[in-house]
């Protein structure tokens, strides 16, 4: 992979929006902006590896950066007790939604995007990631809940 952009400064960046819904991910924003990007990997992450990662690829579909993330889907959910004295707890959702979003670079020869994931189940976070979506990075803006096409 090229060397890695730096993170010191600002400099242009696209912020890729994700919502999810279950096991159900799709790109619901893509925004251009100026910020500190992220490192990427110092080495490419690979096969086999658990996790979560977003990957951008070049127009033959070789990596070109990878940053490594929190696994954003939560299928546990943080539990406050009203007795002040227990301590908080996990329970599990069955139904998990929300959104997440993801900075990376805009570096001219990335095409695409990449989401690589373990299963979200925490008892299964130590299994191999696989691809979850692939998505362009240019182009028009995916449609927004509710836009008619």
Request: glycine share 6%.
């Amino acid at each position: 992979m090229p060397e890695r952009p730096s993170s010191s400064s600002p400099r242009s960046a696209i912020r890729l929006t994700f919502a999810y819904d279950g096991p159900d991910v799709r790109l619901v924003d893509r925004q251009h902006v100026e910020t500190i990007v992220p490192p990427g990997e110092p080495e490419p992450i690979p096969d086999g590896a658990s996790g979560f990662w977003i990957e951008l690829r070049d127009k033959g579909g070789d990596a070109v950066y990878q940053q490594s993330l929190h696994q954003p889907v939560r299928m546990e959910a943080e539990v406050f007790p009203e007795d002040h004295e227990q301590l908080p707890h996990y329970v599990p959702r069955s139904s998990p939604t929300g959104a997440f979003a993801i900075v990376v670079p805009d570096l001219p020869e990335a095409e695409r995007a990449a989401l690589h994931s373990s299963p979200p189940h925490p008892e299964r976070a130590h299994e191999a990631a696989s691809e979850v979506l692939e998505v362009p990075l240019r182009g028009r803006r995916p449609p927004r809940q509710g836009d008619r096409s």
